[in-house]
């Protein structure tokens, strides 16, 4: 008997009726975790199902483009490009005009570089520099 008592031991444990609640409070997330991985995977099914059923369908639908374009008489005529009224054109040409005048102000407002940048911060901190002395 005292050989089988050897490994046994007992813990006490204060409130266990909120341990309990905790326990059962964790096997219910559990639980409900285990569903929505089980409704992820029925939804991920049905996703393979559609995909297949489209593939499938996409199959038909070229196999029949290539029943048709066998029937069609062939032709060496290509579609002609529709082209842009004249009024159309002078439009556009005011438009490049109106661009053109951009750019030339664009110049004059340069924006200064990196080393006239740097130069102006210098001769800022010059200036103070005098001011202090």
Known sequence: MKEE????FFVQI?????IRRNILETLKEIVE????FE??????????????????????????LGALRLKLPQTNLR????????????????????KAAAPAEKIQKKEPTE??????????IEGKLKSLA
């Open 39 to 64: 409704k992820f995977k029925h939804l991920r099914h049905e996703k393979l199902n559609e995909i297949n059923k489209l593939r499938s369908q996409l199959k038909d639908a070229n196999k029949m």
């Open 14 to 18: 204060k409130e266990p009726t909120d």
């Open 33 to 36: 975790v285990l569903q929505r």
């Open 5 to 8: 008592n050897n490994g046994l």
């Open 79 to 98: 579609a002609v490009a529709v082209r842009a009224s004249p009024a159309k054109k002078t439009h556009h040409k005011k438009t490049k005009k109106a």
């Open 115 to 124: 080393l006239e940048k740097l130069e102006a911060e210098l001769s800022a």
